[in-house]
């Protein structure tokens, strides 16, 4: 049994291949902002060095989203493509869960922050129970502006000494005021540090993992079913609706 996993929600695309044992291998692109040109090639490219053919993937796992808008939608439409056309099931994976897999036996809160522009992020915490078997969401994927992330970490740690790890691509955007953040909470034992770069972004070997352990759970299920999770109106529609309303004041 291989799971195909795919994985386009950041600014480099990337393809895993799963099997049942957890033996993963994958393919990324050097280039960023262009999945639509690279995902089949990097597909083909994926299952030639794997020594399979397409018809051996019994079931495809997909980054369903938040993350760019146009990559949630070429990755998923192209998932639900190949399900239909290889009569198999499909797995959509939550993305910013799939951060949990970045890093192996990490005993401290993992905090994901997508930049969502409009002083916004994507976001959510998530940590690993003691035998690094069951994960707890501890802060909810949603929206949220980056001091309600702030106080959302605040609230949800307890005790002396607990890590948080952030990752995603708003680490740029908002570094000033995370390691702001950070001196402010250190005096409560609160360490705070940034992913390093290799394990910072989406990475599909992490969409694959998470696909396996919904198919073990029976999550998979007919492309008819998945739509992607952008957590927010895009822009473009946005601001079309804005006019529109503006139109008929």
Known sequence: MYILAIETTGAAASVALINEEGLISSEATGERLNHLQNLMLMTEKLLDDSKLSIGDVSCIGVSEGPGSFTGIRIGVSTARALSQALNIPIISVPTLKTFVYNIDHYKGIICPIFDARRNQVYSGAYVWDRQGINITEKIKGDAYSILEIFEELEKSTTGQDTEIMFFGDGITVYEEQILNWAEKVSASGLKVTFAPE??????????ACMALELFKHDR??????????????????RKLDEGILTAYK
Not at 198 to 207: D, G, L, V, W
């Open 198 to 207: 290799n394990i910072r972004y989406q990475k599909a070997s992490s969409t």
């Open 220 to 237: 998979a299920t007919s492309y008819e079913n998945i739509k992607p999770v952008y957590m927010r109106q895009a822009e473009a529609q």
